[in-house]
């Protein structure tokens, strides 16, 4: 899956770790009001985010700050196959393993965006010359880079006939 499961400790005894998911300053004073939370489980991040963080302790005082920096990005697509020379036609199938990330391809060798052709299933390319550029997209996630792959497509050759005895030919 695509999620990074983000784990916190602290030094003090019986601190308690307050924190945030949204990059903003975590309230350590009770009682703990969102964006602010009570970490108890490691802390699922599903897209790009700054974690903050804070220990506090009663009757101590509250520890600095820290942060992480999540940048979750989409994977590369990959084009099955990757490029060649075919006969008649060939098809060609786009994945990422960035689940639910959506596919946007273009066919004259221009950078893709969220505004080309969205792939949504085998293309069939018939006698020609091909680039396919591709590129995938999710909310909360940065782009993939681009997959590149070139196809040319030509007709099958007609088969010579062979005759055993080319002087009985009329």
């Not at 802390?43 to 963080?53: E, P, R």
């Not at 920096?69 to 786009?94: A, H, M, Q, R």
């Amino acid at each position: 899956n695509n999620n990074i499961r983000v784990e916190m400790t602290t030094a003090t005894q019986f601190a308690q770790i307050i924190y945030t998911k949204d990059g903003s300053e975590p309230n350590a004073y009770l009682p703990i009001l969102q964006p602010s939370a009570m970490y108890n489980n490691p802390v699922l991040v599903n897209s790009s985010t700054t974690l903050k963080a804070k220990g506090r302790r009663t009757f101590f005082s509250n520890s600095e700050t820290v942060s992480g920096e999540y940048i979750l990005k989409c994977g590369l697509p990959e084009l099955t196959p990757d490029s060649g020379s075919f006969t008649d036609s060939v098809t060609v199938v786009i994945s990422t393993v960035t689940e639910n990330a959506k596919i946007y391809y273009t066919l004259d060798g221009s950078e893709p965006d969220d505004s080309s052709m969205m792939y949504e299933g085998p293309l069939k390319f018939g006698i020609g010359d091909y680039v396919i550029r591709s590129k995938a997209f999710k909310f909360g996630f940065e782009e993939s880079e681009t997959a590149f792959a070139e196809f040319s497509v030509d007709q099958a050759g007609i088969a010579p006939e062979i005759t055993e005895n080319p002087n009985d030919i009329e």
